[in-house]
């Protein structure tokens, strides 16, 4: 039971950190409207070739749940760690408390786009945050990877206290064995707004836009909204469309301070990465207001450990647009799992 949750709640942060770390890689001269959108995928470091696929997992020590023991102790001392950096159990969301009225955001991936918070910005944002430190006994983070394909885990990711999944992801009849269909907050890239919604203009793609997320019930949509100077429209197009819906889903706009410190804080700490990923932004996420993280779904290989093929994704087989150098990020999340701060499940829950 225990197991299950944490493993639930690792596999929301690593989404994340795969969503942040997209957007951190994309090089500068690509950020245009065009061409971002699609490069924000959330399997980022899904995206290597078999090649060097093959090298990582010969490397790979083994990281399955048997072996696995939750050392508390460890997870505290880490997570008070992260408090210290960065703030979480307060930060993690742009809210009314710690952004105050009329002055400016800086915008977490790009150094020279600010934002002056007027009132009518500033009504868009919660009070205060929900979350706190520790809040949720335990947490699962869903990444999106093919490995979750016939994992059967579903029962045991809809089992933690509160369920983390990356960028709209599927969960219905089809996958609800593997994946569960628990969802306490889900992430949206805005260019599945701009792409799949086409920028939500007008009501027979807000009717559908608002359909498909109706089977998050009553999550966190959380949104990169001050990351880029264009996720900033469309997170607000999609918190506007959900109130006039009168949806049930609460849209919250990730806080770029809080992402910039993370990034710093991991920056230091082995990963080379110029801006961490969406999935480890969500493992450091989880960190903080959960007690025992379950990752499930991160994997950044298309062969399993059998050197057997996986798609991209769970759902799909989206080509990779680019190779990205294989950050560090896996090795850390796999020394986290050594050391019982999380538990990184990349076998089978049967
Ligand atoms: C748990 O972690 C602490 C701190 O890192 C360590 O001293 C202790 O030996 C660990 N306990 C077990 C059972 O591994
Ligand atoms: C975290 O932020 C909150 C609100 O901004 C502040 O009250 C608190 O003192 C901060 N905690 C730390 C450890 O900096
Ligand atoms: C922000 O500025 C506007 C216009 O200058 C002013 O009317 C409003 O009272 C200010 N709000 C706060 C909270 O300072
Ligand atoms: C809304 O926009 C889509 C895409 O441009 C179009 O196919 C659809 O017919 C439009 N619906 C209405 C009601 O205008």
């Known amino acids: 039971m225990k197991r299950a949750k944490c493993l639930l709640v690792v596999s929301v942060m690593l989404n994340i950190l795969f969503i942040f770390k997209e957007f951190v890689l994309l090089p500068r001269k690509e950020l245009t409207d065009e061409t971002v959108p699609d490069r924000i995928s959330f399997n980022r470091i899904a995206q290597h070739n078999l090649e060097e696929t093959t090298d990582d997992l010969s490397k790979l020590g083994r990281t399955e749940a048997p072996a696995w023991v939750y050392n508390s102790t460890a997870a505290d001392r880490f997570r008070s760690e992260l408090e210290t950096c960065c703030n979480g159990s307060h930060n993690l969301l742009v809210t009314q408390s710690n952004t105050a009225a009329n002055t400016t955001i800086q915008y977490d991936a790009e150094k020279k786009t600010k934002l002056q918070v007027t009132s009518e910005i500033w009504n868009k944002f919660p009070q205060k945050t929900p979350f706190r430190y520790k809040k949720y006994a335990s947490c699962s983070v869903v990444g999106n990877s093919g490995l979750l ?41 805005p260019s599945i707004v701009k792409n799949r919604y086409l920028g939500l203009k007008n009501t027979t793609l807000k009717d559908r836009f608002v359909a498909d ?12 909204a001050f990351s880029f100077k264009m996720c900033t429209p469309r997170s607000f197009a999609v918190q506007t469309t959900l ?12 806080n770029p301070n809080f992402m910039l410190a993370m990034n710093k804080y991991w920056k230091s700490n082995g990963v080379k990465a110029t801006r961490i990923s969406t999935g480890l932004f969500l493992a450091s996420a989880a960190l903080s207001i959960c007690g025992e993280v379950h990752l499930y779904g991160f994997w950044p290989f298309h062969v399993d450990k059998n050197n057997v093929a996986l798609t991209e ?10 190779m990205h150098k294989l950050p560090d990020e896996f090795a850390k999340l796999q020394q986290l799992h050594r050391e019982g701060i999380l538990q990184l499940r990349t076998d089978s829950c049967s």
């Open 149 to 189: 394909k016939d994992s059967g885990c579903g029962r045991e990711i809809d089992s933690a206290d509160f369920v983390f999944r990356c960028n709209l992801a599927p969960i219905d009849e089809r996958f609800v064995t593997d994946v569960g269909k628990k969802t306490n907050l889900v992430t949206i890239n």
């Open 213 to 224: 997320l109706s089977r998050y019930g009553s999550a966190y949509v959380w949104m990169p």
């Open 243 to 254: 109130k006039e819906y009168k949806s049930k889903l609460s849209v919250v706009f990730g």
């Open 313 to 322: 994704h769970y759902y799909d087989n989206s080509l990779p647009h680019k």
